[in-house]
């Protein structure tokens, strides 16, 4: 009779590891934590009794036939451990007439479903926000290469647009029509220039390049500059040979400006 009743209490508790499997795999946490409680507490009671059996080896009178002890250590779901817990569905009648063979059957199936849920919650956990969602995960494809050369990506680059002036006024020009051109030549060599080849000389700033002696004498006195030639010099300062179109007259812009 009592291993009937052990054998219907292993297959109930068999059909309940299916079920915590089923709800890890739905997850239905509670429900699957609660089978869990119960399957932990079964297989504690098991360890319990393989526990007293190699604590108490059983001395039987091999002569006789009989057994030294008297009583299973439970009775009727009562045992020296106190009375049987409530969540237990028919774990205290596990007494000395189950084979060894049975409980570590029983032990090992209890663990190995425990464990398999275990690793079947950890990703749901984790996975299963993302999983609801659906999203798919796809594997990233691996980049073809045909250069062996490699290139930094060409980034937008924006122009400029701060809030507020880094400077509290901006800078004057220092090369000015007015520093360039410091003042005209007046010598004999100079008015040569002006009365053969149509030329003014003038000494300018040893910054000036040719653009900026045109632009300059341009703004200044309102002619067309054909060509200039500069040079530098004994003394450090810039001349420069300042011709101007067939339209203009040097001599009439030299007696304008006043140096004749």
């Avoid at 089923?22 to 089978?35: H, R, Y």
């Avoid at 451990?81 to 199936?109: K, N, T, W, Y």
């Avoid at 040569?192 to 003014?200: G, H, L, P, R, S």
Wanted: hydrophobic content about 35%; charged content about 30%; glycine content about 4%.
């Amino acid at each position: 009779m009592e291993q009937k009743r052990i054998r219907r209490f292993i297959q109930g508790l068999n059909v309940e590891i299916q079920e915590a499997l089923a709800a890890a795999q739905l997850d239905t946490f509670n429900q699957a934590l609660e089978k869990t409680q119960r399957i932990e507490t079964a297989r504690g009671q098991v360890k319990v009794f393989h526990d007293r059996k190699r604590r108490q080896p059983d001395s039987s009178n091999f002569a006789t036939g009989q057994s030294s002890r008297s009583e299973p250590p439970f009775k009727n779901g009562r045992g020296t451990d106190g009375p049987r817990p409530a969540d237990d569905v028919g774990g205290g009648i596990l007494c000395a007439q189950v084979c060894c063979s049975e409980l570590e059957a029983f032990a090992l199936m209890a663990t190995a479903a425990i464990s398999l849920w275990l690793v079947q919650q950890h990703p749901i956990a984790k996975v299963a926000k993302f999983v609801k969602s659906g999203t798919t995960f796809k594997k990233k494809a691996k980049k073809i290469r045909t250069k062996v050369t490699f290139h930094r990506p060409k980034t937008l680059k924006k122009d400029g647009n701060p809030k507020y002036p880094r400077i509290s006024a901006p800078p004057r020009n220092k090369l000015d029509h007015y520093q360039i051109l410091k003042y005209p030549l007046t010598t004999e060599s100079a008015m040569k220039k002006i009365e053969d080849n149509n030329t003014m000389v003038f000494i300018v700033d040893i910054r000036a390049d040719k653009k900026k002696i045109k632009d300059a004498v341009k703004k200044m006195y309102d002619i067309q500059i054909k060509k200039v030639n500069t040079l530098i010099r004994p003394d450090g300062t810039k001349k420069a040979y300042v011709r101007l179109t067939p339209d203009y007259d040097a001599l009439d812009v030299a007696n304008k400006i006043g140096i004749i």
